[in-house]
């Protein structure tokens, strides 16, 4: 009994033991409280700093998109900001100044020897393409189309040949006839003789087949006495006089296409990279009577210059001819240029 009775004293020993341990395992009421406030005061400091009124709803929609990296282009809250017109300010003017030159700048030279028999324009007039500017001394080549015009249309070659040709055939087929009357290689050589006449006919018809060929590269000649424009454009200079020999180095005239213009730049790749062909840019001009002009891009350099850190871009200016009494004048080629920003959708290029 006494040893039963200490086993079950010392079986509630331990027990009381085991409930101690565990009371000082389990948080009591207080520690969560703590633990609860202490939460609530860190996230408080991360959302907004002390002092500081936190914005909601569509405040809060706003500011969180303004927030956003730009990965795929303009800022969505400004879609604008990426635009190149926005770094002009931060660019010196003459980094944005360009030329523009004559669309086409053609030297007309001659295509062959000979004198200058006359001068069919004067400088500075406008011409159309394939316009005749220059003759020169043609008399020679005139016979010599004249010539093989003669020998294209003679028929008396192959009417010579054509009627040998039949009287041969005429004696092959008489000799056929006689049969045994005549011997074997009479027959044989009136056939040779046939076929010879025939032969010497198909010759006559294709020299004249080169005959007419031959006319037809004289008379291009002849019409090389007359020197046309190329293209329609204005005749800048005229280098040569009536009476001069010229070789076919020598420079007669020059024609400038001043419709459109192509202004040249070479910009900082910070704007240049920003422009797209076909886009329609605002330009201004020099001198004493300054204008705006709107322009085109035209390409786009792929290649920056590691030097200057600049493009080469190519703009074009719509620059029709005018009559002397009408204004604005058609702008000259050489003109100085300066970008000054995007222009509107519709070009019109004369914006004064």
Known sequence: MAIRTRKNSVSACDQGVY???????RPGPHLGLCMLILAIWVLGLGSAPPGTAQATGPEAVSAARDAEPNVSGPSRA??????????????????????????????????????????????????????????????LQTL???????????????????????FAKLEHDQKVAAGDAVGRWEIERAKLEWDRATAVLRAAEERRELAALEARIEEQRLDMHTLRAPVAGIVERIHARPGVTLTDQDPIARILVLDPLEAQFFLPVEIAARMTEGESVLLGSFGDA?????????????????????????????????????????????????????????ADDRPD
């Not at 660019?91 to 006359?118: E, K």
């Open 78 to 139: 400004n879609p604008a900001s990426d635009h190149w017109a926005g770094l002009i300010d931060s660019v010196q003017a003459r980094r944005l100044r360009g030329l523009a030159m004559p669309s086409q700048d053609v030297t007309l030279n001659s295509p062959l020897r000979g004198t200058i028999q006359d001068i069919l324009v004067r400088e500075g007039q406008q011409v159309e393409a394939d316009q005749p500017l220059v003759r020169l001394d043609d008399r």
């Open 144 to 166: 010599a189309v004249q010539g093989a015009r003669l020998r294209a249309a003679s028929e008396a070659e192959i009417d010579r040949a054509r009627a040998e040709r039949d």
């Open 19 to 25: 409930r101690t341990q565990e009371r000082h395992r």
């Open 290 to 346: 300054p204008r705006r002009l709107n322009a085109e891009v035209r390409s786009i350099g792929r290649l920056v210059d590691s030097g200057s850190g600049t493009v080469r871009v190519v703009m074009t200016i719509r620059n029709p001819p005018t009559e002397r009494d009408q204004s604005p004048a058609q702008l000259p080629g050489g003109l100085a240029v300066q970008l000054i920003g995007p222009g509107p959708r519709t």
